[in-house]
């Protein structure tokens, strides 16, 4: 059993929709992740929030806009997204220490589909 | 270059065989490492992280070697349940950097 949890696993949306993308950890971390994973690609890191402030941004698009409302949340809204975008999405969490840092722990991902 | 760079694979390996995986990175200043198992759709899962000194788990062994910037998995006795693709995966500060993974293929 996952101690992160997305929501939802699926979704298909058009390229005109706006919509979220949700997850939870119950870990007691105090770092969330997005990451996106395209067909035989790696995992490419979209934004990472560290103790609620984001720390990186990876020239994502402007049309992904996250949102960290507390250390046991995150958003990812989407609105006026390209079909390139289909793409598995991928919440993770980990505790950021000096030393010794946590590995991530995933959730199970929305699979996304713009038609 | 790429940040972190895999064995490009895949690999086809009978039940029992001995298989190992590769991984080098590029940042000198990175922290962690661990090694982590993805099955078909599904999300990444911690296999076991990589420590200075080496480590086993079961069939499993890693290793790392700081000067070479290299990282290694090592498989004894594969069973058709280790089929999966296998994900070098390096922490610099709050970030985490992933391979592209290595697909194994354990047959009977």
């Known amino acids: 059993e996952t101690g992160v949890t997305q929501t939802p696993r699926h979704l298909v949306m058009g390229m005109t929709n706006k919509k979220s993308l949700k997850c939870e950890q119950h870990?007691?971390?105090?770092?969330m992740y997005w990451y996106k994973q395209s067909a035989k690609k790696p995992l490419e890191l979209m934004f990472v929030?560290?103790?609620?402030?984001?720390?990186e941004n990876n020239s994502v698009p402007s049309r992904f806009s996250p949102e960290c409302p507390n250390s046991s949340h995150l958003f990812l809204h989407l609105h006026t997204l390209q079909p390139e975008d289909s793409a598995l999405y991928l919440c993770?969490?980990?505790?950021?220490?000096?030393?010794?840092?946590?590995?991530?722990?995933f959730g199970n991902g929305t699979r996304l589909t713009v038609t | 270059r790429k940040e972190v760079e895999q064995d490009p694979g895949p690999f086809n390996v009978p039940e029992g065989a001995t298989v190992a995986f590769n991984c080098t990175y590029s940042?000198?200043?990175?922290?962690?490492f661990f090694w982590y198992r993805q099955d078909c759709r599904k999300e990444p899962k911690l296999l076991m992280s990589?420590?200075?000194s080496g480590n086993e788990d079961g069939r499993f062994t890693a290793q790392l070697n700081r000067a070479s910037q290299y990282i290694s998995l090592l498989i004894r006795d594969s069973k058709l349940s280790d089929s999966a693709t296998y994900l070098c995966?390096?922490?610099?500060?709050?970030?985490?950097?992933f391979g592209a993974g290595t697909r194994l293929t354990v047959k009977p």
């Open positions: 990589v420590y200075s």
């Open positions: 929030y560290s103790l609620e402030e984001r720390v």
């Open positions: 870990l007691g971390h105090n770092a």
């Open positions: 993770a969490s980990s505790q950021v220490r000096t030393e010794n840092n946590s590995p991530l722990h």
């Open positions: 995966v390096v922490r610099e500060g709050s970030d985490m950097r």
């Open positions: 940042n000198s200043a990175s922290q962690s």
